[in-house]
């Protein structure tokens, strides 16, 4: 959507430009993926840190030099630091986004520490490992993820990073949910794509709905006569001619996944009425395909 939305439309936009953009993108969100867990790491990092300088007070009190570690010692946070795949992909960026804006990671630092969240947690010395994965799920959910100074620093350190947040953080939170004390190697560090044909999808959706543009326009404004076409958004647009084209091309596809998805995408990404104006219009599509025999569609429970 993204990718179609900046070439304007147009089909004779260079497809090979097209598709480069759009697999840029993906591995961009896998960078976003690698920044939100190395935030954790080096939040802990800072932890770690706080904790030795304060026991290194020259005049330290006795609860100074003997501190409550719990956050420290989250089994969680340990098992993160310490996956060798995670950490090395994470060296192998081109850039370490919180090398030189370090900044950030005070600034969710000290949120966590003002938080009740964080009192309530520190209210006793020891831990159960589900109560240390709660705690990093309930910081994640409450402080990370929401974060508006962390959301304007995505939104100016790439262009795609915006869109691809809410998407990277759930991943993450279904992570957190599923990790045991056992979980190691490549568990932090799932693949971008299950598989080739799962890679080669994105392809060629964007290569299809761009050769077909204007046949899928064509039908889209049959549907759509009594509407003004400067009131139809360009996303809506965008929308509906890869539902078409989903319809046409993608004979393994359900129908009625194909709609959900995209009415799914239309309410988070355009107008409030969209996801309406979409549901319509393809309905009347698929009407029409049917009658005619046009559907086709492959399967038991496809249609």
Not at 116 to 132: A, G, I, P, V
Request: hydrophobic share 35%.
């Amino acid at each position: 959507m993204q990718t179609l939305y900046a070439s304007k439309g147009s089909e004779s936009d260079n497809i090979k430009s097209n598709e480069k953009f759009l697999l840029k993108s993906l591995d961009s969100m896998y960078d976003l993926f690698l920044a939100q867990l190395s935030l954790l790491i080096e939040v802990h990092k800072k932890s770690k840190d706080r904790l030795e300088k304060t026991q290194q007070k020259l005049l330290a009190t006795h609860e100074e030099k003997n501190p409550n570690a719990k956050f420290v010692n989250n089994e969680v946070l340990a098992i993160l630091g310490a996956n060798e795949i995670l950490n090395e992909r994470i060296e192998n960026q081109k850039e370490n986004p919180w090398y030189l804006d370090f900044e950030y990671i005070d600034v969710i630092f000290k949120t966590i520490l003002d938080s009740d969240l964080y009192k309530d947690y520190m209210s006793t010395k020891t831990s159960t490992f589900n109560e240390d994965k709660n705690f990093i799920i309930d910081m994640f959910t409450e402080i990370v993820a929401p974060n508006d100074k962390l959301y304007d620093y995505f939104e100016d350190k790439r262009i795609t990073w915006l869109d691809d947040l809410p998407v990277v953080n759930t991943a993450i939170l279904k992570l957190l949910k599923k990790v045991k004390r056992s979980s190691e190697g490549k568990f932090f560090s799932p693949k971008l794509f299950k598989d080739l044909e799962d890679r080669d999808f994105g392809l060629e959706l964007l290569k299809k709905t761009t050769l077909n543009q204007s046949g899928f326009n064509d039908e889209i404004a049959t549907k759509t006569k009594n509407w003004d076409a400067e009131r139809i958004t360009q996303i809506d647009t965008v929308l509906m001619q890869m539902a078409i084209c989903e319809f046409q091309k993608f004979p393994s596809i359900p129908v009625k996944v194909t709609i959900n998805e995209y009415l799914e995408i239309a309410k988070e990404y355009s107008t409030p009425k969209s996801s309406n104006f979409i549901n319509g219009i393809l309905d009347k599509i698929i009407k029409e395909y049917t009658l005619e025999g046009k559907l086709n569609k492959v399967g038991r429970g496809l249609l």
